[in-house]
């Protein structure tokens, strides 16, 4: 691996996430932080500016990336810009040690939203703004912006836009990839204006619903309040909530495709049918589900689920409710879905819905095959056959998550009280979520398990946001050879 | 500028590579997915599965919003197809690569022009073109006609027993000579060098430079004493190249022999020659090589469809003691080991011609033409100096936008040919030949036309 260009480029990703900390310390300035928030803030600002300064200029040359190198900057970058991004914490003395501030800025850049933090209200202003902006920068993606931005990506840029872009397959909407992540980036920022004017109108104030325009319009989670949105206990700001979740859970070149004059789009894209199915099935279950044994009121069931349902599909974690008293039944499908997750292309987390809809049709298949083995019978999405190669790569995926799922579920049997609170963090972390069940469930935090946990969390986290096999390559003894 | 390429072949490849590099919106369409993705991987480039023929794929490719379309896949029929339906949704400009000289040469209700195909490029004849160039001015490794024919811009290898090695500029042996041609460039190695005065010519170099004809061929003779005329010049491999090549050269006194192995397309090639001896041998076999009897006035040109037997017969020739060795090589990947080894004189490579073509179209207007030349790595435009340009009325010398650039020859509006030296003042409809330093074109282009 060329790490001096590696790096060099690694620089960029730190300069640019930097500028949100001196964005933080705009508001910690206007919000009247204490000063030891504003200096603080200001201090972390400033040294990764001169860090990322220093890094650029030692490793000036020429940029010229291969498929490997383009491995090491997303996986290295990423881990790099979480450990700057955790200054800001360390030096305000937001969080009580190093570790759980790193947990918390890795918790916002990959948009999990699992908080190890008491008592958010706690938090000035300053450090609840860079908390959720890590969310808004992670949720579209650091390296997508740095595609976007940085003109000498070329042909290296696809490599980086694949590497972080979720899902199987990756759309190109132009024929270079910079406009591609541009066009990408200009929706994003879009949506999340929309999202922040539509919160203010359900009564959020403009703090409140700038935050959360952030953290739900990159499905990531993070809340200004302790007890999420349940805080707020409004019918209004709870649909406001979902409708931004759902859009946030639905690939964004079918949004632009949508906003640029194709409307049908939507209705025509499988993944959007199936998405908008397994949503409007399981709220039917889980509402019934409620009604029956647990003996709510109609309108309050329906409620619940229909928030809870959208949140643990789109992968944010918001709550409303603590589902972790939900009968098992119900309890067993928001496990489903938390694995499911949002559609390819999307900010949502989880093994996404496409796959999930590929591997079901490779399923029967398969049990048709059994019938009748002579009959040649394609995998089709939307009538057209997916070949052979997506399909393997995608049931490797699926092998390789639940493997992943496993071992690191035995990990962290040894931080934490119970098995059902150990594979929960796991799913969570995984699939970019935030709340499991048990002592980590909806109305808990992770701010209980110790710096061991925290690490492999961390870690997990990551790996899922960058889809497994980014991370994995770097394991390979191959990999280092030259 | 989004650009449409239909047809990822050897030809397709080149292209994109190209355009790529000049950071255009490319779409390549092909029926090959296996090729498509091994493009995909190395350009950033957006690809389609399908034929450039069929409706659907040239929707999907978003067909209407492309500038220029370039069909080029190995099948005439598809390529004007797939520019007749470009035309139909409103594509600008059009260009198709075709093979079979009817498509060409029809006239009248026939002619691919009236129906709205911009340019047709025949690669087999426009690389015959440039052999034949070539072979007619012994000592050259390149010759480019540009002004109308009134000028040429002529390569050339310094070796050993030229009198040319170790010249400087100033003091040059042959003063008289050198005020009416001007140098361009020369490559040396890697190196892309603009003369100056104190520059000095090393052996090896490749050296470009133009003049009018008789000025040029004046400088040859010196340069090249002992460089008579090929009096035999053997082509090998009866391919349409070969035969339009064999074809060009009958009109010189040089005694030319075509081999081809196939009996059939020899039959063929002797049907469509006059003077030419035909010759049903291969030319892989030396028992051949024996029977053609190749001196030292002799040049070999191995033209088959197969890259490695071109190398090879050149080589072998070269043995036989061939003066001149050149040979169709269509990878471009060989290039740098043709050149580091020099195994032969002359490499050519049919695709330039067209890359020639599609590069007119996007340099733009006043442009009349554009190319890449064989062994300097930059570009050669040629160009009308509009009316509004901020390089009217000023002294060469002067001109802050030539820094990337060298005027190699001029044209007066009187027809009068000038040598472009710093004191000369340009004029409104001057008609320029630009050589610009690689990857600095359309930012001389700018400068010449002033819109910034």
């Keep these: ?482 | 500028m989004r650009i449409v390429i239909i047809g990822a072949g050897n030809a397709g490849q080149q292209l994109a590579q190209r355009l790529c590099e000049e950071r255009h919106d490319v779409v390549v369409m092909d029926i090959n997915a296996a090729s498509l993705a091994e493009l995909e991987d190395t350009l950033d480039i957006m690809t389609v599965l399908g034929p450039g023929s069929s409706p659907r794929a040239l929707e999907e490719a978003q067909i209407e919003k492309a500038d220029l379309v370039v069909a080029v896949t190995s099948r005439d029929e598809v390529n004007i197809l797939a520019c007749l339906l470009a035309h139909a949704a409103g594509v600008p400009h059009k260009v198709a690569r075709l093979s079979d000289s009817d498509y060409i040469r029809a006239v009248g209700p026939y002619d691919l022009r009236g129906m709205g195909i911009d340019m047709v490029v025949s690669q087999k004849e426009e690389c015959a073109h440039d052999l034949f160039n070539v072979l007619r001015m012994p000592g050259t490794i390149e010759v480019v006609d540009v002004l109308d024919q009134k000028a040429i811009v002529v390569g050339i290898k310094i070796d050993m027993d030229s009198p040319m090695a170790m010249a400087q500029l100033s003091g040059f042996p042959k003063a008289d000579l050198l005020r009416r041609i001007r140098f361009i460039a020369l490559q040396r190695d890697k190196q892309l060098l603009i003369p100056r005065g104190d520059t000095q010519f090393m052996i090896g170099d490749d050296v470009y430079l133009a003049g009018e004809p008789d000025a040029v061929t004046d400088f040859l003779e010196w340069a090249y004493p002992e460089r008579p005329e090929f009096q035999k010049i053997i082509i090998a491999g009866g391919g349409d190249l070969g035969l339009n090549l064999a074809f060009l050269l009958e009109k010189t006194a040089a005694q030319i022999l075509l081999l081809e192995p196939d009996e059939k397309r020899a039959q063929f090639c002797a049907d469509r020659l006059d003077t030419t001896l035909v010759l049903k041998s291969d030319p892989l076999d030396p028992a051949t090589f024996e029977d053609i009897g190749i001196t030292s006035k002799t040049a070999f040109v191995a033209v088959t469809d197969d890259d490695e037997n071109n190398i090879i017969c050149c080589l072998l020739a070269e043995k036989c003691g061939a003066c001149f060795t050149a040979a169709q090589v269509t990878k471009s990947g060989y290039a740098p080991i043709i050149a580091s080894l020099s195994l032969l004189d002359r490499a050519v490579n049919p695709y330039n011609s067209m890359i020639n073509a599609i590069l007119r179209f996007i340099r733009g207007t006043n442009i009349e033409s554009a190319a890449t030349l064989y062994s300097l790595a930059g570009e050669m435009i040629e160009v009308k100096l509009p009316p509004e340009s901020p390089w009217v009325g000023q002294r060469i010398q002067d001109i802050k936008g030539l820094r990337e650039a060298i005027i190699a020859s001029l044209l007066r509006k009187d027809n009068q040919i000038i040598p472009a030296t710093g004191n000369e003042i340009l004029t409104t409809g001057d008609r320029l030949v630009l050589f610009t330093l690689p990857k600095s074109s359309a930012k001389v282009l700018k400068n010449l036309r002033g819109n910034n």
Aim: include cysteine; aromatic fraction near 14%; hydrophobic fraction near 50%.
């Design chain 1, 1 to 482: 691996m060329n790490f001096r260009a590696v790096f060099h480029l690694i620089s960029f990703l730190v300069l640019f996430t930097t500028m949100g900390q001196y964005a933080s310390w705009g508001i910690a300035l206007l919000y009247h932080d204490p000063v030891y928030v504003q200096t603080g803030l200001l201090q972390a600002a400033f040294f990764n500016t001169l860090f990322a300064a220093l890094l650029w200029a030692v490793t000036r040359g020429p940029i010229d990336l291969t498929r490997r190198d383009g491995f090491g900057i997303v996986t290295f970058g990423w881990l790099m810009v979480a450990h700057t991004g955790a200054l800001p914490y360390v030096l305000t003395a937001s969080t009580p040690d190093a570790v759980t501030a790193l947990f918390e800025t890795m918790s916002g850049y990959t948009a999990t939203g699992s908080t190890a933090i008491e008592i958010v209200e706690d938090l000035p202003y300053g450090i609840l703004f860079w908390r959720s902006l890590t969310q808004w920068f992670g949720g579209m993606g650091i390296i997508v912006l740095a595609v976007a931005i940085l003109p000498f990506l070329g042909v290296g840029g696809m490599q980086l836009f694949s590497a972080e872009m979720s899902g199987p397959s990756k759309d190109r909407l132009t024929p270079r990839i910079e406009s591609t992540a541009k066009l990408l980036w200009g929706v994003y920022l879009a949506l999340t204006l929309i999202a922040f004017l539509a919160f203010h109108w359900a009564g959020l104030n403009w703090f409140d619903a700038l935050n959360h325009a952030f953290t739900a319009v990159a499905t990531g989670g993070f809340s200004t309040r302790t007890a999420s949105v349940a805080a707020y206990d409004s019918v209004a700001v709870e649909m406001v909530f979902v409708v931004v979740m759902l859009i946030g859970g639905i690939s964004f070149p079918l949004h632009y495709r949508a906003l640029t004059g194709y409307p049908k789009s939507y209705f025509k894209d499988p993944q959007i049918r199936f998405y908008f199915g397994l949503w409007g099935i399981t709220i039917l279950i889980i509402a019934l589900n409620l009604i029956f044994s647990m003996g709510l009121s109609p309108a309050h069931a329906f409620r619940d689920t229909l928030f809870q349902v959208t949140t643990l599909l789109t992968s944010t974690g918001f709550v409303s409710a603590d589902y972790n008293q939900w009968p098992a039944l119900s309890r067993g499908i928001l496990l489903f879905l938390m694995i499911c997750g949002g559609c390819a292309g999307s900010t949502a987390g989880g093994v996404k819905v496409i796959r999930f809809l590929v591997l079901f049709k490779k399923a029967l298949r398969e049990i048709r095959l059994f019938m009748q083995p002579e009959a040649v019978v394609q995998v089709k999405v939307a009538k057209k056959t997916v070949t052979q190669d997506i399909i393997s790569k995608i049931t490797s995926y699926f092998v390789i998550y639940m493997l992943v799922w496993g071992v690191a579920t035995l990990i962290m049997t040894l931080f934490l009280p119970d098995l059902k609170s150990a594979f929960s963090s796991v799913v969570s972390a995984l699939g970019n979520m935030g709340p499991g069940f048990g002592s980590v469930g909806a109305v808990q935090n992770y701010a209980h398990i110790n710096a061991g946990g925290k690490i492999t969390l961390t870690f997990v986290m990551l790996l899922g946001r960058l889809e497994l096999f980014t991370v994995l390559v770097l394991f390979l003894p191959r990999f280092w050879r030259k």
